[in-house]
């Protein structure tokens, strides 16, 4: 290509409306345009990034023998799919899928994506025994995926979510802009998402239990204004809240208990009830169920399925709303005041919580969601027809080890851990160009005859080759180079009357002085081949 004929918009100053650092340089660079929150244009050299990370799922897919598909409704579709395999023999049945994901995103984050759907690459392995080999195995090729793009990121628990999923796994790239928070513990290393996080509820002090009383607490409906009215710690007070749970069948009110300074965990009460879905209940809905307004509600006397936190089955002495209208009762002791149907790790982690493993203080992080593995079993087959007979003759339902992986969030968290003060940097196996030859004087007939030269030898030897043959200052050639990101910079300039050139890694800023019939020589040094 010549940069001369080539839409490379880029610009000297970030604009006001780019947020994250991969944003704005993936705006001054000329890759994308930003049209609304989520919303990007993608310009040809950001399509040529995502047609490179397109080439390189293609090739490494089929390489690990995943045969491409074109499918409407994901998992559903491919357990249609399945449904037709009736022998093990069959199977395992290995496909992907490589499209625009148009679920959408209610916090759209930048990527390299000309919709508000990001371009993702979808993997199904499907089998009927040891799930943990498809799920190590697409584990290793997307982390490898992640190396080749010079990218570093983890696999952390999460949670199951409402969509039927046993196990589930993302892969997140630490960013202090990055969408999903997760802890991690110095100690042991344990890591998993917010949502997922298990921890060490603190063993509370020994006291002998005391009667309960009904107490006058007018107005006090918040935790925070608990404490300060009856002078007791947010960990002593219980927080019941109504939930209002939807099954297939059914629609019923459910109390989530935790401790009053923690937050209930959502997704995990979603799955310990096996809810299709949940919201908390509105105020008409609770008070239909608690008579008393919110901020009032507690678990004496109430008539509903109760899920309690771990971490309210030993408290003593508690605090707890009477289910009356400026009342609060204390000295409410579990068990003896109060019972429930099932104790379940329902709260929310938080900074400082125990390991569950170690018992270090847990750490706050936050990263960007690059990709996702689940496993879907017996609901995932039940409901596509998936079953095959087995060796012994059985019949035997299939499982489903689902991966995908978001191309277009990949290419921006590239840009966000490779750069510099100048610009993007590049790996070989990413950039829109691998070699940008810089011809000094555009107008000099001798440096464009070498140009050309050069620009024909070193895309014969498969490099993908810009040459920079505008009428602009050496100074502009060169910004736009650091900036766009080229891992390979060729200057044409006054060594051509020696007959040689200078070569200069982006990655590095190393520039080295080398013959014109050492050329080739010099860029696998700094892009060594496949």
């Given at each position: 290509m010549r940069l001369k004929d080539y839409y490379a918009p880029t610009l000297k100053n970030t604009p006001s409306a780019a947020g994250t650092a991969s944003e704005q340089l993936a705006v001054r660079a000329g890759l994308v345009r930003k049209e609304a929150a989520g919303?990007?244009?993608?310009?040809?050299?950001?399509?040529?990034?995502?047609?490179?990370?397109?080439?390189?799922?293609?090739?490494?897919?089929?390489?690990?023998?995943y045969q491409e598909v074109m499918v409407t409704g994901g998992r559903e579709a491919v357990g249609k799919l399945a449904a037709e395999i009736k022998s093990y023999k069959q199977l395992p049945l290995k496909l992907f899928t490589l499209d625009v994901d148009y679920r959408g995103n209610a916090k759209p984050s930048f990527s390299l994506s000309g919709s508000r759907g990001p371009l993702t690459l979808g993997m199904y392995h499907v089998g009927v025994k040891d799930p943990v080999s498809p799920?190590?195995?697409l584990k290793t090729f997307c982390h490898q995926i992640a190396r080749k793009c010079a990218v570093k990121a983890r696999w952390v628990g999460a949670p199951s979510g409402l969509d039927g999923a046993r196990q589930a796994l993302v892969l997140l790239a630490a960013s202090e802009a990055g969408e999903t928070g997760f802890v991690t513990c110095p100690g042991c290393g344990y890591t998993a998402t917010v949502e997922a996080a298990e921890f060490s509820r603190p063993i509370p002090p020994a006291e002998p239990a005391l009667p309960m009383e009904k107490v006058l607490t007018p107005g006090v409906r918040t935790m925070a204004r608990l404490e300060e009215f009856l002078g007791v710690k947010e960990s002593k007070t219980i927080k019941t809240l109504i939930y209002h749970v939807a099954y297939q069948d059914r629609v019923e009110p459910v109390g989530a208990m935790v401790a009053g300074e923690r937050a209930v965990n959502e997704q995990k009460l979603a799955g310990v009830l096996g809810a299709d879905s949940l919201r908390l209940a509105t105020k008409e809905e609770?008070?239909?169920?608690?008579?008393?307004?919110?901020?009032?509600?507690?678990?004496?006397?109430?008539?509903?399925?109760?899920?309690?936190?771990?971490?309210?089955?030993?408290?003593?002495?508690?605090?707890?709303?009477?289910?009356?209208?400026d009342y609060h009762l204390i000295n409410v002791n579990p068990g003896r005041d109060f019972g429930w149907h099932q104790m379940a790790d329902i709260g929310m982690v938080?900074?400082?919580?125990?390991?569950?493993?170690?018992?270090?203080?847990?750490?706050?992080?936050?990263?960007?969601?690059l990709g996702r593995i689940a496993l879907y079993g017996e609901t995932w087959s039940k409901r596509s027809g998936a079953a095959i007979t087995g060796e012994d003759g059985k019949e035997a339902p299939m499982e489903l080890v689902f991966a995908e992986l978001d191309l277009s969030r990949l290419g921006a968290v590239i840009i966000e851990q490779n750069h510099d003060g100048n610009g993007i940097c590049w790996p070989a196996a990413t950039a829109p160009f691998q070699v940008v030859l810089v011809q000094v004087k555009s107008n000099d007939a001798h440096h464009s005859a070498a140009a050309e030269a050069l620009y024909r030898q070193l895309a014969d030897r498969g490099y993908t080759v810009m040459l920079d043959d505008r009428d602009e200052r050496a100074g502009s050639k060169f910004k736009d180079a650091d900036l766009i990101g080229y891992p390979v910079r060729v200057v044409i300039g006054q060594a051509l009357e020696r007959g040689e050139v200078e070569v200069t890694a982006r990655a590095t800023g190393e520039t080295r002085t080398v013959k014109l019939e050492e050329i080739v020589a010099a860029i696998e040094k700094i892009i060594p081949e496949d």
């Open positions: 919303l990007y244009h993608l310009l040809p050299l950001g399509r040529r990034v995502l047609r490179r990370l397109e080439d390189i799922s293609l090739k490494d897919m089929e390489r690990e023998g799920i190590k195995h609770a008070r239909e169920v608690t008579g008393c307004s919110t901020g009032f509600s507690g678990p004496v006397g109430l008539k509903v399925r109760l899920i309690a936190d771990p971490e309210i089955t030993g408290m003593v002495n508690g605090v707890a709303g009477a289910n009356e209208d938080r900074e400082g919580d125990a390991c569950p493993h170690c018992r270090e203080p847990l750490q706050f992080a936050r990263g960007t969601g």
